[in-house]
């Protein structure tokens, strides 16, 4: 019998007549013939509640009982929907993460799962059992609550989809699928039927925000055919109406550009005239590193004097004053003047086909410099080619290139 893990986020559980909606959705897959085991998120907008009533007592508290308290949103959904599901005259069981269990490492508030020992649920489920396990929580060796890091409902399914063999894991949420790019800035963003783990990595990463990365980077070593759906539609998984996340050898005809995102959320800094010396960028990027911040495009000048030379980085726009304090310490770039500047945002295209061919990036780039737009740095990797721009011209050049790479929905 198919195995499929559905899960469903914040907003496909927002009340008890949603709740009892997706136990239709369940209940519809079972009736095709389906195993089903279900994971919840807490209804939406209770962990940010829960979040609020922590900062109350007092904020930036590194403690396990800030897990033990936002874990339970999802208590309450994976309550209510084995009730929904008992009162359709099937068995059902919720279980909290430490009834799986599904143990983690200890970094609470960002954790990550261990081991999802398979015993409990499987029998479960060869009794005729649904079981509702709630999403984003876990439990330590030590036996302490943790939480998956915010949108971590999403690992929680495919980890327990790979935990238990399951055939596929389907992401009930309230967009029917990935697009080509925001469909609310761009009114002619289609749909993905497939798209690779690796392309919907990049474009989780760059700010497409439907599934949590971390689930994505599982299902890619798990091999967990993955689906995105939305549960306002009638349709249910197993008609595959969403956005299939699969293997690269999977898709015959592999698309050169998949997608076009943006990201508002960097901040540029330029070091001005630091000594063009072995070292130097060492000694800039340690202190960085350890301070956990992410540096993402790094461009270096040539000096033409040899002495010394310009240095142009991005990093996330709410670590600006961090990152000036840090760099203001460096012994090595004394007297260097540091520009910083938040008006900048990040254009990507993303396409598994990109590796095999060349002409995406004159593509790219001369589509911005028709419009006028200027490109202040640049990084690449197999699959994607990112730039920075002035953040006015977000929407324009989005818009360009999602039409300059052929991705408009045919308008008949
Ligand atoms: N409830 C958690 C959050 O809001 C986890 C999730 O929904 O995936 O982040
Ligand atoms: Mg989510």
Not at 161 to 175: M, Q
């Amino acid at each position: 019998m198919p195995r499929i893990i559905v899960k469903f986020g914040g907003t496909s559980v927002a009340d008890t007549a949603r709740i009892e909606k997706a136990a239709d959705k369940v209940v519809a897959e079972i009736k095709r013939g389906n195993q089903v085991g279900v994971v919840v998120s807490a209804m939406a907008g209770v962990t940010n509640e829960l979040l609020d009533y922590c900062a109350q007592i007092q904020s930036g508290l590194d403690s396990t009982d800030y897990d033990a308290v936002v874990a339970s949103g999802e208590q309450i959904t994976a309550g209510l929907m084995a009730l929904a599901l008992q009162k359709r005259g099937f068995k059902s069981k919720s279980y909290m993460g430490w009834q799986v269990p599904i143990i983690t490492n200890g970094q609470h508030g960002r954790a990550r799962i261990d081991d999802i020992p398979p015993d409990i649920l499987n029998d479960a489920m060869n009794e005729g059992v649904i079981p509702v396990v709630a999403g984003f929580q876990g439990i330590t060796k030590e036996g302490r609550i943790t939480t998956l890091g915010r949108g971590g409902s999403d690992t929680t399914a495919v980890a327990l989809a790979a935990a238990l063999k399951a055939d596929r894991c389907d992401i009930y949420t309230d967009v029917d699928g990935v697009y080509t790019t925001d469909p609310r800035m761009v009114p002619n963003a289609q749909k993905l039927a497939l798209i690779t783990y690796e392309e919907m990595l990049e474009m989780a990463a760059l700010g497409a925000k439907v599934l949590h990365p971390r689930s994505v980077e599982l299902a890619m070593a798990w091999n967990v055919p993955l689906q995105v759906l939305s549960s306002f539609e009638p349709s249910i998984g197993s008609d595959l109406p969403g956005t299939q996340v699969v293997r690269e050898e999977d898709i015959v005809e592999k698309q050169i550009v998949n997608g076009v995102t943006y990201a508002r959320h960097e901040a540029k800094v330029t070091l001005m005239s630091v000594p063009d010396k072995p070292g130097i960028a060492a000694a800039i990027f340690a202190p960085l590193g350890k301070a956990g911040v992410n540096v993402d495009m790094i461009i270096q000048n040539i000096s033409p004097d040899g002495q010394s030379t310009d240095m142009t980085f991005t990093i996330p726009r709410g670590d600006t004053a961090l990152v000036e304090s840090l760099i203001k310490d460096l012994p090595d770039i004394e007297g260097g003047e540091i520009r910083m500047d938040s008006n900048v945002s990040k254009i990507s295209v993303v396409g598994i086909g990109m590796s095999s061919h060349s002409g995406v990036a004159t593509t790219m780039f001369s589509t911005l410099a028709e419009r006028g737009i200027n490109i202040r740095a640049i990084t690449t990797s197999e699959i994607k080619i990112s730039v920075l721009i002035a953040e006015e011209y977000t929407e324009l050049a989005v818009r360009a290139l999602h039409t300059a790479f052929a991705l408009d929905k045919d308008v008949a």
